[in-house]
């Protein structure tokens, strides 16, 4: 596998290495990798301020230390999201200047209670509103398999740190994908938690109605599992806290969607993978549950809309609230605001009358299925300038997301979690992904299925992390 942040966390714990040296490791990687555009922001000093202060804890405290999951591991956080103290996020738009930096949200405080040490925020389109990470504003975040090739949006700078090994784990954030699709653009395990699961205060304001919610991108299902227990819970928040589930993984029923409609075909090749995956998890004894797209159609046509209504409005209500002068965002980000201005309140409220009963159609088929295994991507990651933000047409904007991840949105719009992996390798050597849906607070079950798929060992990263001994 080459390594991930638990592997990290273990080598400093048992004085392989030091926090600062794991850190210096990582500032030498982002100097070799600077092509890849992974990183728009960068503090070397609060990075090694921060190792310096993990290393001294390690010596003078061990068992406080010890109990911290990544301790000393080196991380970054999201040009969108958090916000994370110090750090100043300007949503990849040149509307915000890089001063300052808000007290840490709560999010920010339980990853630092883990044991992380940030040093930068990573690359996000504008917004957040591609999934691509190409801001005007620069840099144009590659893919690490290939940078020619997009590395997703909108935490594609995230993604291309971790796969690329300047990082083991980076924080992300999903609003119609933006966990998932970078992280099958980059070979990495994506979750979007149940709504609910994960605070968003004090603020509460990167929600967008319920459909965004924070975690990660990771170099296996287990640092998924682990930064997922230590975050989640608690979040005080509009949603209630998902309890936890004990779940019975004996025989289950794995419902197995391997069409996305005549309108957003997904390539063979992709297909074939999460039938693969499907056919290992029969070989466990789970019954296989055909699928129809006729099922998801709908819900899928309206999840897009729900997304579409959901962000343009906010973008209307922030730029008026902020007082920005949207006349210099991008082009596309300014006909998404003018959207928003312009659509009518029984408009958003008939929208958002229909994400709740896409929630109720998925829970119709949990009655037939435990999980649905489904693609993740329709297509090999695209050539980077594939999603343009340098025009005003939304609708194209759109279609063009929803081409390249048809599914993508539903998770968002539903409030139910969703899990990517890598399940094998292209023609072209880059990750073939899938996707697995649950119901609301069955991660513990989207995790083992994961690991059960991660164990066939058909990818392995490219690169290895920054700073761990061989």
């Not at 048992?14 to 503090?43: F, R």
């Not at 509307?95 to 940030?118: Q, V």
């Amino acid at each position: 596998m080459k390594g991930d942040a638990t592997d990290l966390a273990a080598a400093i714990r048992h004085g392989k290495l030091s926090a600062a040296e794991a850190m210096q490791a990582s500032l030498e990687a982002d100097v070799l990798q600077e092509p890849l555009g992974a990183i728009a922001y960068l503090d070397a000093a609060m990075g090694l301020a921060s190792a310096d202060d993990r290393d001294n804890e390690r010596r003078s405290e061990p068992d406080r230390f010890a109990a911290r999951p990544f301790g000393g591991v080196p991380t970054l956080a999201k040009d969108l999201g958090g916000p994370f103290a110090g750090l100043p996020v300007t949503a990849g738009s040149g509307l915000f200047e890089r001063k300052g930096g808000e007290a840490d949200s709560d999010l920010a405080a339980r990853f630092r209670e883990a044991g992380f040490c940030l040093f930068g925020l990573t690359t996000s389109p504008e917004f957040g509103l591609s999934l691509a990470s190409e801001p005007a504003i620069g840099p144009v975040g590659r893919n690490p398999l290939d940078p020619t090739r997009t590395a997703g949006g909108s935490s594609g700078g995230a993604a291309a740190a971790v796969a690329a090994g300047i990082v083991a784990i980076a924080h992300a954030t999903d609003a119609g994908g933006s966990i998932r699709v970078p992280a099958a653009c980059c070979g990495l395990v994506g979750m979007k938690p149940t709504r609910g699961a994960i605070p968003g205060g004090p603020s509460f304001g990167n929600h967008l109605a319920g459909i965004a919610s924070e975690l990660a991108v990771c170099r296996s299902v287990r640092d998924t599992a682990v930064i997922l227990d230590w975050l989640s819970g608690n979040s005080r928040g509009p949603f209630a806290d998902p309890s936890p589930l004990h779940i019975g993984n004996g025989c289950l029923r794995i419902g197995l969607l391997t069409d996305t409609g005549a309108a957003y075909p997904t390539e063979g090749d992709r297909l074939a993978a999460v039938e693969d995956a499907a056919r290992a998890l029969e070989n466990d004894g789970h019954v296989i549950v055909p699928l129809s797209w006729a099922e998801f159609e709908w819900s899928v046509t309206a999840s897009g809309r729900a997304f579409a209504d959901i962000v343009s409005v906010n973008l209307a209500a922030l730029m008026k609230a902020a007082a920005l002068d949207e006349s210099r965002a991008e082009p596309l980000t300014q006909a998404f605001t003018a959207r928003g201005r312009a659509l009518p309140a029984t408009s958003l409220w008939n929208t958002l009358n229909d994400a709740v009963l896409v929630s109720h159609k998925l829970w119709t088929l949990f009655d037939r299925v435990d999980c649905i295994l489904m693609p993740m991507l329709s297509s090999v990651p695209l050539a980077i300038g594939s999603f343009p933000s340098d025009h005003a047409d939304t609708d194209l904007h759109l279609g063009r997301m929803t081409a390249f991840a048809p599914l993508a949105c539903l998770a968002n719009i539903s409030g139910f979690p969703a899990l990517t992996l890598p399940f094998g390798r292209d023609e072209h050597a880059m990750p073939l992904p899938v996707q697995i849906m649950a119901p609301m607070g069955h991660e513990p079950r989207l995790l083992s299925l994961a690991a059960r798929l991660e164990a066939e060992g058909r990818w392995q990263h490219r690169f290895p992390v920054a700073g761990l001994p061989s």
